[in-house]
């Protein structure tokens, strides 16, 4: 499974991006797709994941409200909707595909494929 992510951007404080997550190279079905983070000198941290099929959702608390994951069937693509984002919300942003159980979806080690990180810079 092959993972390319892309969106991310400069934006001001209380602004928005989306950012994509194309997934290529497997059945897509079978996968959970989350997003995480890291920001410099950072651990890399859970942002959200969602189930391929049946589509449900996780959150870390930090964006759960702020933050929407989708996915978009026929185009392979799972998208992370970045709502009111907060300079504490710069970091690299990257997509991993999983096939654990999603209750263990937050941790890195559910992932087997990781896409590149796509930057993203919030300023105050």
């Known amino acids: 499974v092959q993972l390319q992510a892309s969106g991310g951007g400069l934006v001001q404080a209380g602004g928005s991006l989306r950012l994509s997550c194309a997934v290529s190279?497997?059945?897509?079905?079978?996968?959970?797709v989350g997003w995480f983070r890291q920001a410099p000198g950072k651990e890399r941290e859970f942002v959200s994941v969602?189930?391929?099929?049946?589509?449900?959702?996780l959150y870390s608390d930090s964006v759960k409200g702020r933050f929407t994951i989708s996915r978009d069937n026929a185009k392979n693509t799972v998208y992370l909707q970045m709502n009111n984002l907060k300079p504490e919300d710069s970091a690299t942003y990257y997509c991993?595909?999983?096939?654990?159980?999603?209750?263990?979806?937050?941790?890195?080690?559910?992932?087997?494929?990781w896409g590149q990180g796509t930057l993203v810079t919030v300023s105050s």
């Open positions: 991993a595909a999983g096939n654990g159980i999603l209750s263990s979806s937050s941790s890195t080690f559910a992932y087997n494929h």
């Open positions: 190279g497997g059945t897509v079905s079978r996968y959970n």
């Open positions: 969602i189930r391929w099929s049946g589509g449900r959702t």
